[in-house]
């Protein structure tokens, strides 16, 4: 039997000295530097600077972006680099950093296009330095995955109400540029919202494409696939996607209605093939087949096609009544003339990585809206789009080619991002020794060495 003890008693004690956690951050901290993320800020947030002061809005609002990133929820968080000055720098207070959260929040609409075109400034180096590793790279589309998700209340703060879910709280709108099944992916807008918005409302999304595409850099603003859910499946938001100029392509779910059933019924048997799986196998049990000249698409977008999918539902599953001779029916519309609909499913069902992305959000400080004001926590909102921007070119710049491009926040941060160092001071530099013993050592030496490689924007 093996004892359950500990082997001998460790005793602790304050006066360590050179020692820092966290000395995974710099990975963070060498991605703001090549991506000119700090430089761009600090041009578009000058006027919020006031006469004399010490600490550059810029520089509050990195920070705050990387105690996100590591793992903080609330402005107070900052301490944790505060207590590091020789790896993070000088950081502001607590009240320096609400008074400018104040200052932000009192012209929002300006301090959101500041950062915004800061973000998308630094979002253009970080593509061209990730060269062949970046979204559209490939000359395939840049595919931009629209979703809303609840995020919970626990005080009555300004515009909170009761959600569809029958929770309380805000329901904001994102979106996020998907970089592949060898990456994850990057948010382009977070657009708050009132708990009682709509998830169907063509408003909502069309000012959150704009906002996403905005963000792209402009030679791939044409070659865009939009992808969202049945919410976003309304004449208004398809009719505005589709205008002439735009050049947006589109994948996006799509009610079951009493027509689309009956036209399901009316398939021959011969119309069905089999569907894929996340592999591209052929999956058993579920098909996919074509509706388009089965329905009347007066007023719909030229050239919409409707593609249904049909699945034996999973053991235990409960059936629902668009489920038609006990079977589970899907429909998506794509504007794309050509592919197997098998393909096009398959690229329509990958939709659902945005799921991926809005969690991995929720970890980096999107899980609680910590202000009360809705404009403070429009703000806290952009902080938190920088600091899941921060990770994914991070990743993008450094750790392509390995498993750890796909790691989530939770995982990043277990294995990367809290390693402890010793730091050494010789030869007028700073050198951060992180233990030898650790599984992943490699792993950050090499991806620093790959951002270390990176010229520095001019």
Sequence with gaps: MNSTAPHRKITASADGRGLVSHAGALLLLQTLRVTGLNNALSQRLERWRPARAIHHPAKIITDLALTLALGGDCLADIAMLRTQPEVFGPVASDPTVSRLIDRLAADPVRALKAIGAARATARQRAWHLAGPHAPGADGQPVIVDLDATIVLSHSDKQHAAPTWKKSYGFHPMTAFADHGPLGGGEPLAVMLRAGNAGSNTAADHIETTRLALAQLPKH?????????????????????????????????????????????????????????????????????????????????????????????????????????????????????????????????????????????????????????????????????????????????????????????????????????????????????????HWPWARQIITALTRLHALPAPT
């Design 220 to 436: 791939l603003r044409r070659n865009v696939l939009i992808r969202t859910d049945s919410g976003g499946g309304t004449r208004e938001f398809l009719s505005w996607l589709t205008r002439p100029g735009r050049w947006l392509k589109y994948s996006i779910g799509f009610t079951i209605t009493d027509d689309i059933a009956a036209a399901i019924l009316k398939l021959p048997a011969t119309a069905w093939t089999p569907a894929y799986d996340a592999e591209r196998r052929v999956r058993p049990g579920a098909w996919v087949a074509e509706l388009t000249g089965l329905l009347e698409l007066t007023g719909w977008p030229k050239g919409m096609r409707v593609i249904v999918r049909k699945e034996r539902p999973h053991p235990g599953a409960q059936l629902r009544f668009t489920d038609i001779d006990g079977h589970r029916f899907t429909c998506f519309v794509t504007g794309t003339p050509g592919g197997q609909l098998a393909d096009l499913e398959l690229r329509h069902r990958r939709r659902a990585r945005a799921e991926d992305r809005i969690r991995a959000a929720k970890d980096t400080g999107l899980r609680n809206l910590p202000l009360h004001d809705f404009t403070q926590n429009q703000i806290w909102l952009e902080i938190v789009a920088l600091a899941c921007e921060l990770v994914s070119w991070m990743q993008m710049l450094a750790m392509h080619g390995t498993d750890a491009r796909r790691y989530e926040p939770k995982r990043l941060r277990l294995r990367l991002f809290a390693v402890a160092g010793r730091l050494v001071r010789g030869g007028r530099r700073i050198r951060v020794r992180i233990p030898a």
